[in-house]
């Protein structure tokens, strides 16, 4: 072994050593916590102003977004201060997947311990945007654009070389990632990322939670691929734009009803994660 390898290999094991040493911090627990509760909090904030869209009593500039819902909790009395809160919880929930990552499921061989690390990883890139987006708010609303991210990214990407290609690439990244959230609710293996089993109620709401979640992932990625196809930006969108397909097709205002049942499901299994929530 070379005296570069050796010093790669010392240096990773400090890394995963300070990581063992975070995970084992009570105050690093209790704000996971905090972060997944409010996570729930989100969803729930999703899922009612879904269920607001579908009875055609959308308020003027609500949008039923994980940025919409943090908007909502900032209109709140606690305002500005909530949101420092928010923002903090979900930099510790950054904090905890990037500690998963290096060294979580460790129970697990191979390429299975991989592709669980790789969704750690991912996941932290969706709270670090979050806990972002509430450090924004909580900054005013100068800081705090509003603007249709997806939307700008399929424009950006559009403007690039291949960049249909690009955007069909993320859009069927969303869709996988969304089916990927349907096939957990079958298979019950977000009970792997527990310290515990649900069964029972408690299982088959987990089960509608990430299907509902999934379902509306899914047409996000449809959105992509939609924009992708025809070369036009303004096709791409994310959940609340999604939300709104739902609502024009046949049935729609019982289908997005459902589907905001199955997002406020996940929001209430968040509150499990939360008590539960597996370290590595």
Not at 214 to 220: D, K, L
């Amino acid at each position: 072994m070379g005296d570069a390898e050796r010093a790669a290999r010392a240096a990773a094991d400090r890394g995963k050593g300070a990581a063992r040493k975070v995970e084992q911090s009570t105050a690093y627990q209790w704000l996971v916590k905090v972060g997944l509760v409010f996570y729930g909090i989100v969803h729930l904030l999703v899922a009612t102003m879904a269920i607001r869209l579908a009875l055609g009593m959308r308020g003027v500039g609500e949008e039923a977004s994980n940025t919409g819902a943090l908007r909502s909790l900032a209109e709140t009395p606690l305002g500005a201060g909530l949101m420092w809160v928010v923002a903090v919880g979900f930099l510790a929930l950054v904090a905890w997947q990037l500690v998963t990552a290096l060294i979580g499921f460790h129970e697990f061989d191979g390429f299975k311990r991989i592709r669980k690390r790789v969704s750690a990883a991912l996941r932290a890139v969706l709270y670090g945007y979050l806990g972002l987006s509430a450090a924004r708010i909580a900054s005013g609303p100068d800081a705090d654009d509003g603007g249709d991210a997806q939307e700008s990214l399929s424009e950006g990407l559009l403007a690039l070389p291949f960049g249909q290609v690009l955007v069909a690439l993320v859009g069927l990244a969303v869709l996988g990632y969304g089916i990927a959230q349907i096939v957990r609710a079958f298979r019950e293996s977000f009970n792997e990322d527990l310290d515990t089993t649900l069964t029972g109620k408690a299982l088959r709401l987990g089960q509608a939670g990430f299907i509902g979640k999934g379902i509306a992932i899914g047409i996000v990625g449809v959105l992509f691929l939609w924009a992708a196809l025809d070369a036009d930006a303004q096709k791409a969108g994310g959940l609340d734009k999604a939300l709104q397909h739902v609502l024009n097709q046949p049935f729609g205002t019982w289908l997005l009803v459902a589907l905001a049942i199955g997002i406020g499901a996940y929001g209430i299994y968040c509150f499990f994660w939360a008590r539960h929530a597996k370290h590595a």
